[in-house]
């Protein structure tokens, strides 16, 4: 379980939210809504460390994770917005390069399994180059399964897919809810997600 | 046993990060092609200002030389730091668990192997056009192989130092410049000096090498730093 | 009261108490300075009245280094303590150092040319004060290029750690080496080599270029805190 103890974002001279209080719980996805320029991508980089707050802090497993930056660190998927995939390199060699630097311990079959059920498979030794949005944006989030982390940080993961890939992306993290792991993710997309909680940006803005 | 693996582990993902690099790169040789063209273009601007007078190109030869090394070491400023940081690789490899430190040394590697190594394997090449004795071509080999490591710390220091900064290209370069004469200086020091006292001008280029190491990525990973956390 | 070292707030009530007082003082000094310096010293046996120009270099070669060294302690407590402070001091101080570096460097090449017979000799210490000049702007440059305020300011700070470098190497650079510029004279306060009624002009010099440093340096302080506090609000 994460908290959040009354956190304040100031980007440049603007305050973008004052005191936000939330619990990221396991087993339920967390899902952040707000208009444009609310603080959505900054509260997810707070979350994971990435951006410093004005004032408050984040609570994990009991202590603030200042104090615990490196077990925390291991937990973490950050997925952002923008896909840090290499475009010279081909999708397999971009997945093969996550596993290694992760020191994941996925099966070859469940590899497959993976690229099969998003429809990469076609693709396996095409350059990310020639990939559409769509698809760069699915190849990003095989870092999900890849990497075998706890909690998941997703800065608006929909965006870009058809509604089959949305599905079974939601699917994947309905799963992983279920094995008691955490999700904290911004959409405008509506996801069947069956446990979830919302935190509404728009009410804390300040002005 | 567990304390093994997880060393397996670190290195693995270290030895990944530098093979993708060096993958990447290769794919684009033409980089390393255009730098070595920027290298000849250059040389042969400075004897086409200077003149075809044997005897003067001669003397400065050495000095031409490592101008141009200087220089085309800010014109490879180094992409591979501004791609990761515009994609968002920083904050992949820092929940590997990986520090900015470790990272700043394997770029150090990588890209001293990218942008370094093949010009010092072309330049002993074209020092015939300043028909130079073969003791100069040494020496100017044992002072590329001591200044260059110097040269690319100092540049990416600088692109590290630049990274949110899209619009005032030219400060990278810079950046560079005047804390790479003391390189320079020492360099072509020992490459003119006596053949008693050149020693005294290489151990002080290799003091300067060690302590660029020891606090170069230092000064890399705070400015990563700096910039990632904004 | 040490506070007012590194409290804006501390220091800019500080400032507005005494700058009047301080630029009074200032002038007085300068007066005092000019006249003795330049009416009432004897003109030297050899170089004759162009010795006089001493009376503005020196002062100048001294404060260009000052302010690198308060710069460098600044950026040390800025970067490692996080004290605002630092980041403002070092914005306040890089012109000001600038254009005593470029006065140093200008009355220098004035003075050389009817003693030495040029304008410029490439010689150590010519040669680092030089790229010390070079340092202040590229300081200048990188603190109006970034658009985000605070990382513009951390950059240079690191900047000018990375530049401080140069501070010994043009302390010492005329022992190490041997040039053509004279070594220093004043500092040896023991047995001091040059004569009393030089000696006299250019410490009253030197305390009243001093304090203009720092009343420039009090006035920009005080206008790089109030864009603060009107750029961050709250």
């Known amino acids: 379980m994460i908290l959040a103890n009354n956190i304040t974002c100031r980007r440049g001279s603007k305050i973008i939210f004052r005191n936000l209080d939330f619990k990221i719980e396991d087993g339920i996805a967390t899902i952040i809504s707000g208009k444009n320029g609310s603080g959505k991508t900054s509260l997810l980089r707070i979350v994971c460390n990435l951006l410093v707050p004005k004032s408050g802090e984040i609570i994990w497993k009991g202590k603030s994770i200042y104090k615990n930056l490196e077990e925390y660190y291991k937990n973490i998927t950050y997925i952002a917005d923008n896909n840090c995939s290499k475009d010279n390199l081909t999708v397999i060699e971009n997945m093969n390069f996550w596993k290694r630097l992760y020191g994941s311990k996925i099966t070859y079959e469940n590899f497959m399994k993976l690229i099969d059920s998003l429809n990469l498979r ?52 309905s799963d992983h809810l279920a094995r008691k792991g955490m999700a904290i993710f911004s959409s405008h997309i509506p996801v069947s997600i069956s446990k979830k909680q919302y935190i509404d940006l728009d009410l804390h803005e300040s002005n | 046993m567990s304390q093994i693996k997880k060393i397996n582990i670190f290195i693995l993902s270290i030895v990944s990060i530098a093979i993708r690099d060096l993958l990447i790169q290769y794919r684009k040789l033409v980089d390393i092609v255009s730098l070595l063209t920027f290298f000849i273009i250059v040389m042969l601007i400075f004897i086409f200002s200077i003149g075809p007078y044997d005897e003067k190109l001669k003397d400065i030869g050495v000095s031409i030389i490592w101008s141009i090394l200087i220089l085309s070491s800010t014109i490879s400023t180094n992409k591979s730091l501004r791609e990761d940081f515009d994609d968002g690789s920083f904050a992949v490899y820092q929940f590997a668990g990986l520090s900015y430190e470790f990272i700043a ?126 | 009261m040490l506070q007012i070292l590194y409290n804006p707030g501390r220091f800019n009530d500080f400032a507005k108490k005494y700058t009047n007082i301080l630029r009074h003082i200032t002038i007085y000094l300068l007066v005092i300075g000019l006249l003795y310096a330049l009416v009432f010293s004897p003109n030297d046996y050899q170089q004759g009245f162009s010795v006089k120009i001493m009376y503005i270099h020196v002062p100048c070669a001294w404060l260009a280094m000052f ?8 950026s040390i407590l800025a970067l490692s303590f996080k004290i605002t402070f630092g980041y403002i001091f070092v914005k306040a101080a890089a012109p000001i150092g600038a254009i005593f570096t470029l006065i140093c460097l200008i009355s220098g090449s004035i003075w ?35 658009d985000d305020l605070q990382i513009g300011e951390k950059i240079s700070s690191i900047f000018v750690l990375l530049g401080s470098i140069n501070l010994p190497v043009i302390k010492y650079s005329v022992d190490w080496w041997n040039t053509l510029h004279q070594p220093a004279s004043v ?48």
């Open chain 3, 187 to 234: 500092s040896k306060l023991s047995s001091p080599s040059i004569e009393i009624t030089i000696l006299g002009p250019l410490i009253a010099m030197n305390v009243a270029m001093t304090f203009l440093f720092f009343l420039i340096l009090f006035i920009r302080l005080g206008a790089e805190i109030n864009i603060r506090k009107t750029l961050i609000k709250d």
């Open chain 2, 105 to 230: 040394i394997i770029k150090i590697i990588t890209s001293w192997i990218l942008y370094q190594l093949p010009l010092i394997i072309f330049i002993p090449l074209t020092t015939i056009i300043f028909e130079m004795p073969i003791q100069k071509i040494y020496m100017l080999v044992v002072t590329m192989l001591i200044g260059s490591p110097i040269l690319t710390v100092f540049s990416l220091i600088a692109s590290a130092m630049m990274l949110t900064n899209k619009k005032n290209l030219t400060i990278g370069s810079l950046i560079i410049l005047p804390i790479s004469v003391p390189v320079i200086i020492f360099a072509v020091g020992a490459i003119n000096a006596d053949p008693e006292i050149y020693k005294a001008q290489l151990y002080i280029l290799t003091s300067i090498l060690l302590a660029s190491f020891a606090i170069g990525p230092w000064i890399i990973s705070s400015c990563i730093k700096i910039s990632v956390k904004s």
């Open chain 1, 122 to 173: 076609e693709y396996m030794n095409q350059k990310v180059l020639f990939l559409s949005y769509g698809q760069k944006r699915k190849l990003e989030l095989t870092r999900l399964i890849i990497e075998e982390r706890n909690i998941w940080i997703l800065d608006e993961p929909f965006l870009g897919l058809d509604q089959d890939s949305i599905n079974i992306i939601g699917e994947t993290i």
């Open chain 3, 67 to 74: 302010t690198y060294v308060l710069m460098t302690i600044y």
């Open chain 3, 112 to 146: 050389g040319k009817p003693m030495w017979g040029t304008w410029w000799v490439w010689d150590a210490r010519l040669t680092s004060v030089l790229i010390l000049f070079i340092f202040y702007i590229i300081i200048i440059i990188i603190q109006n290029t970034f």
